[in-house]
């Protein structure tokens, strides 16, 4: 039951519906409001359809949007590019500067926290849910409860493993392709592969 009305086909258009309203003229400016709605689906059980407010300006130079409206993890997120980012959640939170080069990040939900300056070159992380170490391309470490990933002087010495009840593989490389070792097990009955 949504409606939207299109003039000068992406640029301008009005959009209503259930609990719906907005417009844009990209990408000058824009705005919509999409309020909770409660119903059920085909199969007659309870359905949430969260609710947002969403705003931007000189897309994609600022947009300031709260989504999920509603649900147990409402998001605020907020971008002046390239020089503030900011996202709260009672999940994670991150801010950014100079974004994305670098960020703070803590996931409470991962159960981390991961400092990066700059992105991708220097990074580290810390808690239950990730450890890192990063300055590219010298030297990485990172893991956590399945995954570790090794470099030091990329591409010259790179090692991966995942860990699961069902398969356990490792993987080791020499300048990326030169060479390659895989190793799978099975931890139910220590069936190995090379």
């Known amino acids: 039951e949504i409606v939207t009305e299109n003039y000068l086909v992406p640029f301008v258009h009005v959009r209503r519906g259930p609990q719906l309203d907005g417009w844009q003229v990209w990408p000058f400016v824009g705005r919509e409001h999409q309020g909770v709605i409660h119903g059920t689906n085909y199969l007659g059980l309870d359905q949430l359809t969260p609710g947002h407010d969403k705003f931007f300006a000189a897309?994609?130079?600022?947009f300031h949007e709260h989504t999920g409206l509603g649900t147990t993890n409402p998001?605020?997120?907020?971008l002046v590019f390239p020089f503030y980012h900011r996202l709260t959640s009672p999940?994670?939170?991150?801010?950014g500067y100079l974004y994305p080069l670098f960020s703070i990040t803590e996931d409470r939900e991962k159960k981390y926290r991961e400092w990066d300056a700059p992105w991708?070159?220097?990074?580290?992380a810390r808690g239950e849910g990730k450890y890192m170490n990063r300055v590219w391309p010298f030297y990485s470490h990172a893991t956590n409860a399945a995954l570790?990933?090794?470099?030091?002087?990329?591409?010259?010495?790179k090692y991966n493993a995942a860990h699961s009840p069902t398969l356990d593989r490792e993987r080791t490389r020499l300048?990326?392709?030169?060479?390659?070792?895989?190793v799978e097990k099975n931890p139910a009955n220590g069936a190995t592969q090379t």
């Not at 897309?59 to 600022?62: A, D, K, R």
């Not at 570790?148 to 010495?157: A, G, M, N, R, V």
């Not at 300048?175 to 895989?182: A, I, T």
């Open 120 to 124: 991708p070159l220097i990074g580290f």
């Open 148 to 157: 570790t990933s090794d470099f030091l002087f990329w591409p010259i010495y």
């Open 59 to 62: 897309w994609p130079f600022f």
């Open 175 to 182: 300048l990326l392709f030169l060479y390659s070792d895989v």
């Open 75 to 78: 998001v605020q997120e907020l």
């Open 91 to 95: 999940n994670r939170d991150s801010t």
